[in-house]
């Protein structure tokens, strides 16, 4: 015999609230509504032990909100297949089912992409989506028509910046210039002087933040970044083995971890050992940093925190919190400490 679904009467009588106080609860209104913390906690509780699922359509009806947020990525494919990918997704997906929505991916197929933009808005986000959340890669992302369409109609906008930071108004980013003072201060504390950068593309704005960040760190001890110690490493064009043996640099910084393993892998082909003859520390912090050898030291962006907040932001906006619309933030990483960082050339305990 098939089992009855569960209503909000029944949450409300396990609760020992109004099935209208359930409502506000699970509609995300009990701030608004002056419901007290823990009388929406065990609401929410309830609900999870009785197995409560609302009846979505009829709360788009009642509420004129569909409870769907759209996820339109400028690089689709990043979403699977990068070190941030799953990360954001992971983010997006935990804030959004805390707060009893679903997403939506705008995947930029070819055939949405040569819909003009005004008819993006009416057809595809008109009624579909309460809000449209954007996860920008690079300066030119090709999504700033309908980013810009999709800001002047009745709906939350807000974005992740996977590069530099956000270019809308609401969103959320990394910050390149802390990332570059965490690989200073702790190489300097191994007594590392002669510290370079490799990476590979200077130009971008925010390789550029990394690189005076670092050269700042580098003055306030004492220290400098000479061009020479900016490298713009790639197979085949590699001049480090040569840098090294020389002496004038013991330890580098380097854009991305996939770089960095594999330049362990050809420092030790060369018969240099890592960290012993030069420590490396990496940014990133990708499923493969812990497993190569040694073990990736390295720096994690915050891009599961980063898609929390800008998706928590968005609902915020949504609903009508107060202090939603609060402007464009970056976060702070972290260092991962691991096996390829150790003491310079010299330096005893």
Partial sequence: MRKRPVTLKDVAEKAGVSATTVSMVLRGKADRYGIAAATAERVTRMADELGFVPNRLASSFSTGRSRMIGIMPSNPEGLFDTWYGPRILKGCVAEANRRNYHLMLMDQSP????????????????????????????????????????????????????????????????????????????????????????????????????????????????????????MEDRPGRNGLVDTIRSGSITAAMVLFDGEAARICRELAESGLRVPNDFSLIGLGDFPLSENIWPPLTTIRPPMDELAARATRHLLDQIEGKKGAENGSVQLPAELVLRASTGLAPGITL
Avoid: C
């Fill in 111 to 230: 055939a949405w992409r040569e819909i003009p933009p005004n008819t993006f808005a009416n057809e595809l986000v008109g009624g579909r989506i309460d809000g449209l959340l954007v996860i920008e890669e690079g300066l030119q992302t090709g999504l700033e028509p309908y980013v810009e369409v999709a800001e002047t109609m009745p709906m939350a906008v807000s974005s992740i910046a996977v590069q530099g930071m956000p270019r809308l108004a609401n969103g959320t980013g990394v910050d390149y210039g802390q990332m570059a003072r965490i690989a200073v201060e702790h190489l300097a504390k191994l007594g590392h002087k002669n510290i370079g950068l490799i990476l590979q593309n200077r130009y971008l704005l925010e390789v550029q933040t990394l690189i005076e960040s670092f050269n700042q760190e580098l003055k306030a001890r004492g220290g400098s970044l000479p061009p020479e110690r900016i």
